[in-house]
């Protein structure tokens, strides 16, 4: 702690650029002292930003030792002709209206799917578009549309643009992976991957059905019973199951960042040697965690930019949201999990700011998988982090985060690249 301002210089929030690694030290200035903040060497992410933004700091202060350092700093992000972020968040190409427009026009009527799942040489009756930057373009579909063919080219596999189809072919699409399952499970020998690719992508039609309709208790049930399919499938597999958590280049989805922290839950709590329906009752909450996001605004929700400190407001609600919904229909424990995930063990987290032990261990565990997710995922306007990146972010915030499940985490998933 230093008392002394003078050998400190300001620098405004927003003169820092999300997802950039500072190398030197930032403090922040309290009443009567100026206090470190953030150690050097760590990113400046969104959520640093608005954690500094909900406490209404604007400026920070950096060590007149780590002068050269700043100048250095900024020059880079000159040189590497760094855009500007708008005051609404938005940096190019979504500064322009137009663009922000197509993107919602794609991603509120089209949904990705896994290439992986298409068995080259077999016939669609549904039309596949490729996703190029913000918009779509057909690709392979019926009735010789365009020229197009409706057979799944060979080379499927090996292509590297994500692939979409119109929302309104999902069912077939369904279908489509219902009749080719138990074939293409015969050459599972070739295609190692493939049960794990269909549990994940029937998952995610489960899950996205129970975001849309939140209330209905047929869906309740889906999600118990698909918890236990989960569930099962890591358990015989506890090294191996990150097939489940396939790395996509798509774009964030809440149905598969809820797929994503049930598994890793899971998996961590089966690593502290939780006890089966302890697991159960974790990976029901992990799989719910963020239900309270279908009563946030979808273009909030899904931004293809860094929320303003307001629009943060309104996504914070998403977790007391998520109390309302559900009621009683799942146990205390699994509402922990879902009550208590934007916790931080300093104490600094939302809803209702718990600190250390205060908070359950399955919130701490929430936490930790969901920060996780959240940092190796891509955003339209941020690129996802490595899990070694990742790692080395979750176990440099000491204060925000238990640090012996960091240390589990690391080593699960250590053991999962491994296997
Ligand atoms: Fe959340
Ligand atoms: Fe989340």
């Known amino acids: 702690m230093v008392t002394k301002t003078l050998n400190y210089f300001p620098v405004a929030t927003k003169d820092l650029k999300v997802n950039t690694i500072l190398d030197f030290d930032i ?21 640093t930003l608005h954690n500094l933004a909900s406490n209404k700091v604007k400026t920070l202060f950096i060590s007149e030792d780590d002068r050269d350092k700043v100048d250095n700093y900024h020059q880079t992000l000159q040189n590497n002709n760094s855009t500007n972020i708008s005051s609404e968040g938005f940096s190019a190409p979504f500064d322009n209206p137009e663009n922000v427009e197509k993107y919602y026009k794609t991603y509120f009527n089209y949904y990705p799917i896994e290439k992986e799942n298409l068995l080259p040489g077999s016939r669609i009756n549904f039309n596949i578009c490729k996703q190029s930057n913000i918009d779509v373009e057909p690709y392979i579909g019926p009735g010789n549309k365009n020229g197009l063919s409706d057979v799944v080219p060979e080379n499927i596999h090996e292509s590297n643009f994500p692939i979409v189809i119109h929302n309104g072919d999902i069912p077939l699409y369904k279908e489509y992976i219902k009749n080719i399952a138990s074939e293409h499970l015969q050459l599972s020998k070739n295609i190692p991957d493939f049960q794990y690719n269909i549990i994940r992508e029937n998952s995610k039609f489960v899950i996205r059905d129970i975001l849309e309709d939140p209330k209905n208790q047929d869906n309740t049930h889906q999600a118990s019973e698909l918890v236990e399919t989960l569930f099962n499938t ?28 049930c598994s890793l839950s899971i998996g961590l709590g089966a690593s502290i ?36 400190a307001e629009e943060f407001k309104d996504v914070q609600c998403h977790v007391t949201a998520s109390k309302g919904l559900l009621g009683q229909r799942i146990s205390k424990n699994s509402l922990s999990t879902i009550l208590q995930h934007h916790e931080k063990m300093s104490g600094s987290g939302y809803p209702y700011n718990l600190a250390g032990d205060q908070i359950h261990l399955f919130g701490r565990i929430g936490a930790i998988v969901d920060f996780y997710d959240a940092l190796t995922t891509k955003r339209p306007y941020k690129k996802a982090y490595t899990p070694f990146e990742a790692f080395q972010l979750l176990s440099e915030v000491k204060e925000d985060y238990d640090q012996s499940l960091i240390k589990r985490f690391i080593v699960m998933l250590g053991n999962q690249v491994k296997a």
């Not at 597999?237 to 994503?260: E, Q, V």
């Not at 719910?288 to 930019?305: A, Q, T």
């Open 234 to 261: 890591i358990m015989d597999n506890k090294n191996n199951f990150n097939r489940l958590l396939k790395i996509t280049t798509h774009d964030y989805y809440t149905y598969t960042h809820s797929l994503n922290v």
């Open 273 to 308: 040697n939780l006890k089966d329906s302890e697991l159960i009752e974790l990976g029901l909450g992990a799989l719910l965690h963020d239900i309270g996001k279908c009563s946030v605004d979808p273009r909030i929700l899904n931004k293809p930019g860094i929320l303003t």
């Open 27 to 47: 403090f922040i200035q309290t009443s009567s002292n100026i206090i470190l903040f953030r150690k050097q060497n760590l990113p400046f992410t969104e959520n």
